[in-house]
């Protein structure tokens, strides 16, 4: 079992920056591929980005392309979310996930793939 609590989250202005944390516990996060959703009131959970089990792959939603940066400390057991360039659509409560499954652009971005997940941690970002 892994256990996963987000932080981090948080109130800005459009155009503002958050740094998401996610802690794992119960097992070492370098055994997972780690992602991160997002859920807006009234949407589905959609995928924002993860991160293979080393580090070396990244992948991203078209829509935080180039203003959102996954990261991963496997010695913490952590991963990380920057969030720069928030847009009001940003708003969401955001989900750190972890999945057994070896990233592959396919698996990566498959709510299905993931096995674990923490409580989520709010965003806004105001106009």
């Known amino acids: 079992q892994v256990q996963l609590v987000e932080s981090g989250g948080g109130s800005v202005q459009t155009g503002g920056s958050l740094r998401l944390s996610c802690a794992a516990s119960?097992?070492?996060?370098?055994?997972?591929?780690m992602g991160w959703f997002r859920q807006a009131p009234g949407k589905e959970r959609e995928f924002a980005t993860a991160?293979?089990?080393?580090?070396?792959?990244?992948y991203y939603a078209d829509s935080v392309k180039g203003r959102f940066t996954i990261s991963r400390d496997n010695a913490k057991n952590t991963v990380y979310l920057q969030m720069d360039s928030l847009k009001p659509e940003d708003t969401a409560v955001y989900f750190c996930?972890?999945?057994?499954?070896?990233?592959?652009?396919?698996?990566?971005?498959?709510?299905?793939?993931?096995?674990?997940w923490g409580q989520g941690t709010q965003v806004t970002v105001s106009s």
């Open positions: 991160i293979s089990r080393s580090g070396g792959s990244t």
């Open positions: 119960g097992r070492t996060l370098r055994s997972y591929t």
């Open positions: 996930a972890a999945s057994p499954v070896v990233a592959s652009s396919v698996v990566a971005t498959t709510r299905g793939a993931y096995a674990y």
